[in-house]
Protein backbone atom coordinates (compact mmCIF):
# COMPACT_ATOMS: atom_id res chain seq x y z
CA UNK A 1 0.00 0.00 0.00
CA UNK A 2 1.57 3.20 -0.49
CA UNK A 3 0.01 6.89 -1.01
CA UNK A 4 -0.23 7.72 -4.79
CA UNK A 5 -3.43 9.02 -5.38
CA UNK A 6 -4.38 10.06 -1.84
CA UNK A 7 -4.93 13.78 -0.74
CA UNK A 8 -3.28 14.70 2.71
CA UNK A 9 -4.37 17.61 4.40
CA UNK A 10 -1.60 18.71 6.91
CA UNK A 11 -1.65 21.35 9.06
CA UNK A 12 1.89 23.54 9.74
CA UNK A 13 3.48 21.93 6.58
CA UNK A 14 4.90 25.00 5.58
CA UNK A 15 8.05 23.85 7.50
CA UNK A 16 10.01 21.24 9.69
CA UNK A 17 7.91 18.05 10.53
CA UNK A 18 5.07 19.39 8.32
CA UNK A 19 6.53 19.42 5.03
CA UNK A 20 8.97 16.28 6.00
CA UNK A 21 5.25 14.25 6.08
CA UNK A 22 4.56 16.03 2.82
CA UNK A 23 7.60 15.19 1.04
CA UNK A 24 7.32 11.48 1.75
CA UNK A 25 3.97 11.62 0.95
CA UNK A 26 4.85 13.50 -2.27
CA UNK A 27 7.74 10.42 -3.37
CA UNK A 28 4.29 8.75 -3.38
CA UNK A 29 2.67 10.89 -5.84
CA UNK A 30 0.29 12.11 -3.44
CA UNK A 31 -1.75 15.32 -3.13
CA UNK A 32 -0.84 17.63 -0.27
CA UNK A 33 -2.90 20.30 1.44
CA UNK A 34 -0.06 23.20 3.03
CA UNK A 35 -3.05 24.24 5.73
CA UNK A 36 -0.51 26.69 7.25
CA UNK A 37 0.01 30.59 8.47
CA UNK A 38 2.86 31.38 6.90
CA UNK A 39 2.53 33.30 3.20
CA UNK A 40 5.03 35.53 3.17
CA UNK A 41 8.92 35.15 3.96
CA UNK A 42 10.12 35.00 7.89
CA UNK A 43 14.08 36.17 7.77
CA UNK A 44 13.52 34.33 11.43
CA UNK A 45 11.96 31.21 10.12
CA UNK A 46 12.06 30.29 6.81
CA UNK A 47 9.43 28.16 4.62
CA UNK A 48 5.82 29.77 3.50
CA UNK A 49 2.73 27.59 1.82
CA UNK A 50 4.36 28.83 -1.33
CA UNK A 51 7.98 27.63 -0.86
CA UNK A 52 6.52 23.90 0.73
CA UNK A 53 4.42 24.03 -2.58
CA UNK A 54 6.93 24.17 -5.04
CA UNK A 55 8.87 21.34 -2.63
CA UNK A 56 6.19 19.38 -2.74
CA UNK A 57 5.59 19.78 -6.50
CA UNK A 58 9.51 19.05 -7.23
CA UNK A 59 9.06 15.29 -4.71
CA UNK A 60 6.80 14.28 -7.23
CA UNK A 61 3.33 15.39 -5.46
CA UNK A 62 0.53 17.68 -6.22
CA UNK A 63 0.29 20.78 -3.91
CA UNK A 64 -2.51 22.87 -2.93
CA UNK A 65 -1.15 26.13 -0.76
CA UNK A 66 -4.13 27.39 1.66
CA UNK A 67 -3.54 30.12 3.73
CA UNK A 68 -5.30 28.91 6.85
CA UNK A 69 -5.52 29.49 10.85
CA UNK A 70 -6.40 26.94 12.12
CA UNK A 71 -8.32 28.19 15.47
CA UNK A 72 -10.75 29.82 13.04
CA UNK A 73 -13.40 28.09 11.78
CA UNK A 74 -14.51 29.71 8.74
CA UNK A 75 -10.36 30.01 7.79
CA UNK A 76 -10.32 25.98 8.18
CA UNK A 77 -13.92 25.38 6.15
CA UNK A 78 -12.37 27.95 3.33
CA UNK A 79 -9.27 25.55 2.76
CA UNK A 80 -11.27 22.33 2.72
CA UNK A 81 -13.43 23.86 0.78
CA UNK A 82 -10.87 24.21 -1.77
CA UNK A 83 -9.49 20.90 -1.57
CA UNK A 84 -12.26 19.78 -2.03
CA UNK A 85 -12.33 21.73 -5.61
CA UNK A 86 -9.09 21.15 -6.69
CA UNK A 87 -8.60 17.54 -5.17
CA UNK A 88 -12.58 16.06 -5.12
CA UNK A 89 -11.88 14.33 -1.21
CA UNK A 90 -9.49 14.19 1.93
CA UNK A 91 -8.50 10.79 3.08
CA UNK A 92 -5.48 11.68 5.30
CA UNK A 93 -5.58 14.21 7.91
CA UNK A 94 -2.21 15.13 9.96
CA UNK A 95 -2.54 17.84 12.76
CA UNK A 96 0.72 18.60 13.14
CA UNK A 97 0.80 22.32 13.93
CA UNK A 98 1.20 23.85 17.06
CA UNK A 99 2.02 26.16 19.69
CA UNK A 100 4.94 25.79 22.28
CA UNK A 101 5.64 27.84 25.33
CA UNK A 102 8.36 26.14 27.81
CA UNK A 103 7.22 28.36 30.84
CA UNK A 104 5.86 28.26 34.21
CA UNK A 105 2.85 29.49 35.47
CA UNK A 106 4.27 32.86 36.98
CA UNK A 107 5.92 33.50 33.40
CA UNK A 108 3.07 32.19 30.53
CA UNK A 109 0.72 35.06 29.94
CA UNK A 110 -2.46 34.42 29.24
CA UNK A 111 -2.00 35.26 25.62
CA UNK A 112 0.38 32.62 24.96
CA UNK A 113 -2.32 30.04 27.34
CA UNK A 114 -4.75 30.64 24.42
CA UNK A 115 -2.57 30.58 21.44
CA UNK A 116 -1.35 26.91 22.79
CA UNK A 117 -5.02 25.99 23.26
CA UNK A 118 -6.11 27.70 20.41
CA UNK A 119 -4.00 25.40 18.35
CA UNK A 120 -2.96 22.49 20.02
CA UNK A 121 -6.29 21.60 21.45
CA UNK A 122 -8.87 23.63 19.36
CA UNK A 123 -7.23 23.76 16.23
CA UNK A 124 -6.46 19.66 16.28
CA UNK A 125 -10.42 19.14 16.92
CA UNK A 126 -11.67 21.32 14.39
CA UNK A 127 -9.57 20.11 11.60
CA UNK A 128 -10.86 16.63 12.46
CA UNK A 129 -14.71 17.94 13.15
CA UNK A 130 -14.52 19.78 9.81
CA UNK A 131 -12.53 16.77 7.89
CA UNK A 132 -14.70 13.97 9.40
CA UNK A 133 -17.64 13.82 6.84
CA UNK A 134 -14.68 13.64 3.88
CA UNK A 135 -12.77 10.66 5.79
CA UNK A 136 -16.08 8.87 6.34
CA UNK A 137 -16.57 8.64 2.99
CA UNK A 138 -12.59 7.98 1.91
CA UNK A 139 -13.81 5.53 4.11
CA UNK A 140 -16.95 4.22 2.29
CA UNK A 141 -14.78 4.44 -0.76
CA UNK A 142 -12.17 1.99 0.44
CA UNK A 143 -9.32 4.71 0.10
CA UNK A 144 -7.84 3.76 3.61
CA UNK A 145 -8.66 7.20 5.79
CA UNK A 146 -6.63 8.44 8.43
CA UNK A 147 -6.04 10.72 11.01
CA UNK A 148 -2.53 11.36 12.43
CA UNK A 149 -1.39 13.63 15.68
CA UNK A 150 1.17 14.59 16.50
CA UNK A 151 1.22 14.41 20.02
CA UNK A 152 2.37 12.39 22.68
CA UNK A 153 1.80 9.47 24.74
CA UNK A 154 -0.48 10.10 27.68
CA UNK A 155 1.01 9.80 31.29
CA UNK A 156 -0.27 11.36 34.40
CA UNK A 157 2.58 12.02 36.02
CA UNK A 158 4.18 14.98 37.73
CA UNK A 159 7.19 16.11 36.09
CA UNK A 160 5.67 15.80 32.85
CA UNK A 161 3.79 19.31 33.86
CA UNK A 162 5.18 20.94 36.64
CA UNK A 163 7.80 22.98 34.59
CA UNK A 164 4.97 23.82 31.79
CA UNK A 165 1.55 23.17 33.09
CA UNK A 166 -0.27 25.03 30.25
CA UNK A 167 2.14 23.30 27.57
CA UNK A 168 1.89 20.07 28.89
CA UNK A 169 -2.35 20.80 29.16
CA UNK A 170 -2.05 21.61 25.21
CA UNK A 171 -0.33 18.92 24.13
CA UNK A 172 -2.39 16.28 26.16
CA UNK A 173 -5.38 18.05 24.70
CA UNK A 174 -4.57 16.84 20.96
CA UNK A 175 -3.66 13.17 22.41
CA UNK A 176 -7.14 13.23 24.65
CA UNK A 177 -8.20 14.00 20.80
CA UNK A 178 -6.77 10.69 19.74
CA UNK A 179 -8.48 8.41 22.60
CA UNK A 180 -11.82 9.78 22.18
CA UNK A 181 -11.83 9.79 17.93
CA UNK A 182 -10.19 6.55 17.50
CA UNK A 183 -13.14 5.17 19.77
CA UNK A 184 -15.90 7.61 17.77
CA UNK A 185 -14.33 6.98 14.46
CA UNK A 186 -13.60 3.05 14.69
CA UNK A 187 -17.00 1.92 12.88
CA UNK A 188 -16.75 3.89 10.16
CA UNK A 189 -13.75 2.45 9.69
CA UNK A 190 -11.07 5.76 9.85
CA UNK A 191 -7.89 5.38 12.17
CA UNK A 192 -6.75 7.89 14.53
CA UNK A 193 -3.71 7.37 15.96
CA UNK A 194 -0.31 9.88 17.62
CA UNK A 195 3.13 10.32 16.55
CA UNK A 196 5.97 11.69 19.12
CA UNK A 197 9.71 11.66 18.97
CA UNK A 198 12.08 9.84 21.43
CA UNK A 199 14.23 12.54 20.99
CA UNK A 200 14.37 16.40 19.97
CA UNK A 201 13.92 16.97 16.60
CA UNK A 202 16.47 19.93 14.89
CA UNK A 203 13.68 22.22 13.24
CA UNK A 204 13.46 26.14 12.62
CA UNK A 205 11.24 26.44 15.43
CA UNK A 206 13.52 24.68 17.76
CA UNK A 207 16.47 26.58 17.00
CA UNK A 208 14.20 29.85 18.13
CA UNK A 209 14.33 28.23 21.79
CA UNK A 210 17.75 29.55 23.35
CA UNK A 211 20.10 27.06 24.54
CA UNK A 212 19.10 24.05 22.63
CA UNK A 213 22.04 22.15 20.60
CA UNK A 214 20.48 21.05 17.33
CA UNK A 215 23.84 18.79 16.67
CA UNK A 216 22.37 16.31 19.65
CA UNK A 217 19.02 15.96 17.74
CA UNK A 218 17.80 13.70 15.08
CA UNK A 219 16.31 15.21 11.65
CA UNK A 220 12.21 15.50 10.74
CA UNK A 221 12.57 12.54 8.31
CA UNK A 222 12.54 10.05 11.00
CA UNK A 223 9.06 11.43 11.81
CA UNK A 224 8.27 11.54 8.51
CA UNK A 225 9.13 7.81 7.73
CA UNK A 226 7.62 6.97 10.68
CA UNK A 227 4.46 8.86 9.69
CA UNK A 228 4.38 7.09 6.53
CA UNK A 229 4.73 3.32 8.13
CA UNK A 230 1.10 4.53 10.00
CA UNK A 231 -0.70 6.19 7.18
CA UNK A 232 -0.20 3.36 4.84
CA UNK A 233 -1.45 0.72 7.32
CA UNK A 234 -5.05 -0.98 7.16
CA UNK A 235 -6.86 1.65 9.13
CA UNK A 236 -8.96 -0.66 10.77
CA UNK A 237 -6.61 -2.58 12.36
CA UNK A 238 -4.07 0.68 13.37
CA UNK A 239 -5.66 3.16 15.65
CA UNK A 240 -6.14 4.16 19.09
CA UNK A 241 -1.93 4.13 19.25
CA UNK A 242 0.42 6.30 20.74
CA UNK A 243 3.14 5.22 18.51
CA UNK A 244 6.70 6.47 19.44
CA UNK A 245 9.11 6.92 16.34
CA UNK A 246 11.88 5.15 16.75
CA UNK A 247 10.37 2.25 18.51
CA UNK A 248 7.71 2.04 15.48
CA UNK A 249 10.62 1.98 12.75
CA UNK A 250 12.80 -1.01 14.82
CA UNK A 251 9.16 -3.00 14.71
CA UNK A 252 9.35 -2.64 11.09
CA UNK A 253 12.81 -3.72 10.80
CA UNK A 254 15.01 -0.63 10.87
CA UNK A 255 18.00 -1.48 12.80
CA UNK A 256 20.82 2.07 11.49
CA UNK A 257 19.07 5.06 12.97
CA UNK A 258 22.42 6.88 12.47
CA UNK A 259 21.25 8.55 9.42
CA UNK A 260 18.97 10.55 10.78
CA UNK A 261 21.31 12.08 13.96
CA UNK A 262 21.92 15.60 12.76
CA UNK A 263 25.62 14.84 14.15
CA UNK A 264 27.11 11.73 12.66
CA UNK A 265 28.11 9.55 15.59
CA UNK A 266 25.89 11.41 18.39
CA UNK A 267 24.52 8.72 21.34
CA UNK A 268 23.59 11.24 23.92
CA UNK A 269 20.54 13.02 21.93
CA UNK A 270 18.40 15.45 23.59
CA UNK A 271 15.72 13.43 24.93
CA UNK A 272 11.83 14.69 24.02
CA UNK A 273 8.81 15.53 26.66
CA UNK A 274 6.52 13.10 27.58
CA UNK A 275 8.53 10.03 26.84
CA UNK A 276 8.37 7.97 30.22
Not at 21 to 37: M, Q
Not at 44 to 52: F, M, N, Q, R
Not at 65 to 86: F, G, H, K, L, P
Not at 132 to 143: D, F, Y
Request: net charge neutral; charged share 15%.
Amino acid sequence: MNLKGKTLFITGASRGIGLAIALRAARDGANIVIAAKTSEPNPKLPGTIHSAAAEIVAAGGQALAVQTDIRDEASVQAAIAQAMAQFGGIDILVNNASAISLTPTDATPMKRFDLMFGVNVRGTYLCTQACLPLLIKSAQAGRNPHVLNMSPPLSMREHWFAPHVAYTMAKYGMSECTLGHAGEFRPHGIGVNSLWPRTAIATAALQMIPGVDLGKCRTPQILSDAAYLILTSDAKATTGNFFIDDELLARHGVTDFEHYSVTPGTVDFIPDFFVD
